[in-house]
């Protein structure tokens, strides 16, 4: 099967900076939209960010949760199979595990709210944002 998986979780003070990576094995990354989605105590996984498939002119549209738009940034290095998040000005409530998720329906648009369109996915990476 197709198994991403998530590295760049860890400990954090309010205000600092993660990024995030996820390795997507043995495909031509290009084709498929990526998703990230984080899992917190008591809540719903929830969409975090996504980016679509790329277009050879474009790396891919991408969408954000309002939770995290201007804080968050996701890219894609098709050459490597990576995907990253880069997480700045982080907050305690952006503690959880993050996953990786991936679509093979090639498109050139994704939605956060999507999370049922996503067919593989990692084992999660933990982000901890404390003092």
């Known amino acids: 099967q197709l198994q991403p998986v998530e590295s760049g979780g860890g400990l954090v003070q309010p205000g600092g900076s993660l990024r995030l990576s996820c390795l997507v094995s043995g495909v031509t990354l290009d084709y498929y939209v990526i998703g990230w989605f984080r899992q917190t105590p008591g809540k719903e996984r929830e969409g975090v960010s996504c980016?679509?498939?790329?277009?050879?002119?474009?790396?891919?549209?991408?969408d954000y949760a309002d939770a995290v738009k201007g804080r968050f940034t996701i890219s894609r290095d098709n050459a490597k199979n990576m995907v990253y998040l880069q997480m700045n000005s982080l907050k305690p409530e952006d503690t959880g595990v993050y996953y990786c998720a991936v679509d093979h329906v090639w498109s050139l648009t994704c939605g956060v709210g999507l999370l049922n369109e996503y067919q593989y996915w990692g084992q999660g990476t933990s982000v901890a944002v404390s003092s």
């Open positions: 980016i679509s498939s790329s277009d050879g002119s474009s790396d891919g549209a991408t």
